[in-house]
C-alpha cells in the first residue's frame, strides 16, 4: 500500500518525537512550578514562626512597640507638630490574645528630651502598681499627656518621647523623636482650575508666620514656566520688605505676563532670602466646553458613624472619556437631613471653572472647607447633593445611620 504523507513507522517516530519535545519544554514549567509550591510552604512557615515570635517572645523591632506574649504596648506620637501647636503623646496598651489577660503595671516613668542638647523638657513619674484584668483585643490607655500637662510653643528642634515601666515583671522602654516646626510656610494657589489660552493667568502666594517671632525679610526670587522639563518662560519678582507677625498671614497675588498654548505647565517659584521652592502645575485650554452630560456623580461619604463624630462628605465629577474636561458650574447645593427633617442647607452660585484630565477625577464640595458639622444625634441621615453645569443637573441621595 501507498502512502501519501507518512507511513505508521514514521508517525510512530513522528508521536515520539513530539512527545520528547512537548516534555523538553513542559521541564522548566515543571520545575517553576514546583519551586513555587516551595516558596509557598516556606512563607508559610515563616509567617507562623514569626506570629509565635510575636506573641511568645519579647517584643517587636521598633523602639515605640513593643509585644510581649501578646501584650502590645506602643507610644503614639506624630513625627512632625507644628507651632503653636499642642503635643499629643499618648501610651496605649492593647491585648492581642483571645482571653482575658492579668497586667501588673510598674514604676512607670515619661520623659520629653530636646536630643540636641539633652535638656528635659517634662517629666512624669507615677511609682504607685496598677493591677488590673483585659478582655481579649481590648485597648486600654496607659498614659495621656494632654490630660497631664499642656505642652506647646516648643522651640524648633528634634525632641525624643521616652515611657519606661514593667508589665508583669518585664521591663519597657518605649521611645519615639519627633520634630517640632516653626518656620515660615508658603503655598501657592492656583485661582482657578483652568485658565484660556488668551488670559493671562493668576496665582496667590500665600505665607503663614508659624513661629513666635515676627518675620521681617525681603521676598524676590524667580519664576520659571516649564513642560516636560523645557523651560518655557521666566521672569524676576520682588514684594520689597514684608512684616509677618506670630500666627499672622498675608496673601500676595501674582500675575503671569505671559500667553501659554494649551496643556499642563509647571510652575516653579524661587524664592531667594528664604533659599526655598515651590512647584504647582497650571492647566491651559482654548475653550469652555458646553457639552458635558456623560460626566458622572461620585459622592464620598460615610456609611456609619458614632455620636459626636464629624461628617464628612466630599462631591466630585469624574470624566470617562480619553481626554480632558473643562467647563463652568453655575450652582452647588448641599442639603443634610435627620429623620427626613432638614437640618443644614447650603448654596452656592458662584461660577467655578473645573478641570477633569483624561479617565480621572476632580473634587468640586468638600463639606469640611464649608463648615465643620458634628453628628450629635442618633438616627438615620440623608443628604442630597445637586450640581448645575451648562444646563445640566447632576445629582445624588445618600444616607447613612448614626448610633
Known amino acids: ?26 521541564k522548566p514549567k515543571k520545575r517553576i512550578i514546583r519551586w513555587t509550591f516551595y516558596i509557598i510552604i516556606f512563607l508559610s512557615l515563616l509567617t507562623i514562626v514569626f506570629i509565635f515570635i510575636g506573641r511568645e517572645n519579647s517584643r517587636l523591632d521598633l523602639p515605640y512597640n513593643v509585644v510581649i506574649k501578646g501584650i502590645n504596648v506602643y507610644l503614639q506620637a506624630e513625627e512632625d507638630y507644628y507651632y503653636p501647636n499642642v503635643l499629643d503623646i499618648k501610651v496605649i496598651l492593647q491585648n492581642t490574645n483571645n482571653k482575658e489577660t492579668h497586667i501588673k503595671i510598674e514604676n512607670f516613668s515619661f520623659l520629653i528630651i530636646n536630643k540636641e542638647n539633652a535638656e528635659i523638657i517634662y517629666s512624669f513619674v507615677f511609682p504607685d502598681i496598677v493591677e488590673t484584668t483585659i478582655n481579649p483585643f481590648q485597648t486600654i490607655l496607659i498614659f495621656d499627656l494632654l490630660r497631664e500637662k499642656e505642652i506647646k510653643a516648643l522651640n524648633q528642634g528634634v525632641y525624643e518621647a521616652r515611657a519606661t ?6 521591663n ?5 523623636s519627633f520634630k517640632y516646626n516653626q518656620d515660615l510656610f508658603l503655598d501657592i494657589q492656583n485661582k482657578e482650575m483652568f485658565y484660556l489660552s488668551d488670559e493671562f493667568p493668576t496665582v496667590d502666594i500665600l505665607l503663614i508666620n508659624r513661629t513666635n517671632q515676627i518675620f521681617e525679610s525681603e521676598l524676590n526670587g524667580e519664576f520659571i514656566i516649564t513642560k516636560r522639563d523645557v523651560e518655557i518662560y521666566s521672569q524676576s519678582f520682588s514684594y520689597g520688605k514684608m512684616s509677618i507677625k506670630p500666627l499672622s498671614s498675608t496673601v500676595l497675588n501674582f500675575k503671569i505676563g505671559y500667553n501659554l498654548n494649551p496643556g499642563t505647565y509647571y510652575l ?6 528664604l533659599n526655598q521652592s515651590y512647584v504647582t502645575t497650571i492647566n491651559i485650554v482654548d475653550s469652555i466646553e458646553q457639552d458635558i452630560e456623560d460626566l458622572d456623580l461620585i459622592l464620598y461619604a460615610i456609611s456609619t458613624a458614632n455620636r459626636g463624630d ?94
Open 268 to 273: 516653579v517659584f524661587n524664592f531667594d532670602p
Open 172 to 176: 519597657i522602654n518605649l521611645n519615639k
Open 310 to 403: 464629624q461628617l464628612i462628605f466630599e462631591g466630585l465629577l469624574r470624566n470617562s472619556k480619553k481626554r480632558e474636561r473643562a467647563f463652568e458650574i453655575s450652582k452647588i447645593v448641599f442639603k443634610l437631613f435627620h429623620e427626613d427633617k432638614l437640618i443644614y442647607n447650603y448654596e452656592n452660585t458662584d461660577i467655578m471653572r473645573v478641570y477633569i484630565p483624561e479617565l480621572g477625577t476632580s473634587k468640586v464640595f468638600d463639606i469640611a472647607n464649608t463648615k465643620s458639622i458634628v453628628l450629635d444625634r442618633s438616627g438615620r441621615y440623608k443628604i442630597q447633593f445637586i450640581v448645575e453645569s451648562h444646563g445640566n443637573v447632576f445629582s445624588k441621595d445618600h444616607t447613612f445611620v448614626v448610633y
Open 165 to 170: 515601666f514593667t508589665i508583669n515583671g518585664q
Open 1 to 26: 500500500m501507498r502512502y501519501f504523507s507518512k507511513s505508521p513507522e514514521e508517525w510512530e517516530k513522528y508521536d515520539e518525537l513530539r512527545k520528547k519535545e512537548k516534555e523538553t519544554k513542559e
